[in-house]
């Protein structure tokens, strides 16, 4: 199971995908998102990204779904919707659920899957150690290489991020 | 708006637009595609009633929508060829995919039913920015991945582009929807050379853009958003009525105007690749194009369409003073003879 673990994962993945896009209420939308940070932090440690998968708990689980949680919070309605009590909630979850299955099923089964590019099986989603890329770890050098040649993507984003904060002020500011 | 939070958020959808422009990774250029999906929403919903907010929220849900399927495009890209760099798309699939995200972004058919909503729930100001600044960003990355891009599909959608932008327009009376069709029909011709020589599509979008901030800036200045209102400018500014003539005419695409040009070199194109049929039906719909514009100057420049009495007696205060409008009137109806320069665009 250890080999196929990434394989586990991105499934568990994709299903608390289709948990929180079933549109439920935004506190078990949250919740949902906690169990996919939490699986998707997982995938990337199984990578050799430790860091990165680090990150991904502390900023975006522990500071940004947290500011989340708490203004909904704020501003969740008496009867929160779940998935099973409103019907088309529950309907699309088990759409988005079944195809999933099937999607493992498909995979799992046939010798090669040719839909968009090949998977061989279930054996593409083992990870192989390959080769040695010397005495660093990759993605603490891709973290170093973002603040320096990645200058302008840091500019970039920093002010897609301002530009945000102003524009979601503006639209719910009102008249 | 306060008017410096204003002012940066138009700066900032000129600079996603610039960014999507000038790069050449994948990852930066749809960074540049939602930055400026994300600063255009204020500015759609200048005015605070439900209107504008569906008509905002309909353009994002679209917009977000390519851009999901662009990035999928993307990684399928990188996935066959290894390399984040603007080229030609590698992978048949990812060139699809891409085609389709970015004729989503540009209101092609079959994804054209978001324009006329949009269009119409916004403000004039508002939907001048959307149907000339926003076609740029998506236009100029089909420039470049012009090389790969499945000729079936993006003349399908040309066709049909032109095919709904003429028929669509023809039961219109608001005129934010008649600029919403007639902008998919334009986008359009403008697809359907881009395969045979691509330097024709920006010839052509920069006579569209020309065309097209003169007819909205006439709109601006009566103040008119349905065909009624804009058939009592005689009596407001009786000039405006000669350029509102001049100017439809143009974007139908009469030849002593500059609206001839792209199609006549459009045209050419496609004869000179023998493809005979394709242009022939693309000539004959826009005619529906045409007839609709027609049916604008004749209720407004050629007529004194019948109104009410006290209509006929009308004051306003101080016209609005639209800057650059003379020289817009004049480089979208005189640029015909200026033609044999296209050479230099070589």
Same mark, same amino acid.
């Given at each position: 199971m250890m080999t196929y673990i990434v394989f586990i994962l991105s499934v568990i993945f994709v299903i608390s995908f289709v948990g929180f896009s079933s549109k439920p209420s935004p506190i078990y939308g949250g919740l949902v998102l906690i169990v996919s940070g939490g699986v998707g932090c997982g995938i990337i440690m199984n990578f050799g990204g430790s860091f990165l998968g680090l990150m991904v708990f502390l900023i975006y689980l522990g500071g940004m779904l947290v500011v989340f949680g708490y203004t909904?919070?704020?501003?969740?309605?008496?009867?929160?919707?779940?998935?099973?009590?409103?019907?088309?909630?529950?309907?699309?979850?088990?759409?988005?659920?079944?195809?999933?299955?099937?999607?493992?099923?498909?995979?799992?089964?046939?010798?090669?899957?040719?839909?968009?590019?090949?998977?061989?099986g279930v054996g593409d989603w083992a990870i192989y150690d390959t080769g040695d890329s010397g005495v660093f770890s990759e993605e603490i050098m891709g973290v170093a290489a973002l603040y320096s040649y990645g200058a302008w993507v840091v500019i970039v984003t920093g002010w897609s991020l301002l530009v945000g904060v102003l524009v979601i002020l503006e639209v719910t500011r009102g008249d | 708006m306060n008017p410096l939070i204003f002012t940066t958020i138009l700066m900032t959808v000129l600079l996603g637009t610039m960014i999507v422009m000038m790069s050449s990774h994948w990852l930066m250029i749809w960074i540049g595609f939602e930055m400026n999906l994300l600063a255009i929403i204020p500015i759609l919903m200048k005015k605070y009633n439900p209107r504008t907010m569906e008509a905002s929220t309909k353009y994002f849900l679209t917009q977000a929508t390519a851009s999901m399927l662009l990035m999928m495009a993307i990684i399928i890209n990188l996935m066959h060829s290894g390399q984040w760099t603007i080229t030609k798309v590698f992978n048949p699939t990812a060139s699809i995919i891409m085609t389709s995200a970015l004729a989503m972004k540009l209101g092609l058919t079959p994804f054209h039913f978001w324009v006329p909503e949009v269009t119409q729930g916004i403000s004039l100001t508002s939907g001048l920015i959307l149907l000339t600044w926003q076609k740029l960003a998506p236009m100029s990355i089909l420039y470049q991945i012009s090389p790969s891009i499945n000729l079936n599909i993006l003349l399908t959608m040309a066709v049909l582009s032109i095919l709904v932008g003429g028929w669509g327009g023809l039961n219109q009376t608001q005129l934010r929807k008649i600029m919403a069709y007639s902008s998919i029909a334009h986008m359009g011709w403008m697809t359907a050379v881009l395969v045979y020589n691509p330097t024709l599509t920006m010839l052509n979008m920069?006579?569209?853009?020309?065309?097209?901030?003169?007819?909205?800036?006439?709109?601006?200045?009566?103040?008119?958003?349905?065909?009624?209102?804009?058939?009592?400018?005689? !009596? =407001?500014?009786?000039?405006?009525?000669?350029? %509102?003539?001049?100017?439809?005419?143009?974007?139908?695409?009469?030849?002593?105007?500059?609206?001839?040009?792209? =199609?006549?070199?459009? %045209?050419?194109?496609?004869? =000179? !690749?023998?493809?005979?049929?394709?242009?022939t039906l693309?000539?004959?719909?826009?005619?529906?194009?045409?007839?609709?514009?027609?049916?604008?100057?004749?209720?407004?420049?050629?007529?004194?369409?019948?109104?009410? !009495? !006290?209509?006929?007696?009308k004051w306003q205060f101080e016209t609005k003073r639209i800057t650059l409008l003379p020289p817009l009137i004049v480089m979208s109806s005189l640029l015909l003879p200026l033609t044999p320069m296209l050479s230099i665009l070589d």
């Open positions: 909904t919070a704020m501003a969740t309605e008496q009867y929160p919707e779940v998935w099973v009590s409103n019907t088309t909630v529950m309907g699309v979850f088990l759409l988005g659920l079944l195809m999933e299955v099937m999607l493992v099923l498909y995979v799992l089964k046939s010798e090669e899957v040719g839909v968009v590019f090949k998977f061989s | 920069l006579i569209y853009i020309m065309m097209t901030l003169t007819m909205f800036m006439l709109f601006i200045h009566s103040s008119s958003t349905t065909t009624l209102s804009l058939s009592h400018t005689w !009596n =407001k500014t009786p000039l405006t009525t000669t350029l %509102i003539l001049i100017t439809l005419l143009s974007m139908g695409g009469l030849p002593p105007l500059s609206g001839f040009m792209p =199609k006549w070199m459009i %045209i050419q194109e496609l004869t =000179k !690749n023998s493809s005979i049929i394709l242009p693309m000539a004959i719909m826009a005619l529906l194009n045409l007839y609709f514009y027609m049916r604008l100057t004749y209720s407004t420049s050629l007529t004194m369409f019948p109104s009410t !009495n !006290n209509m006929k007696m």
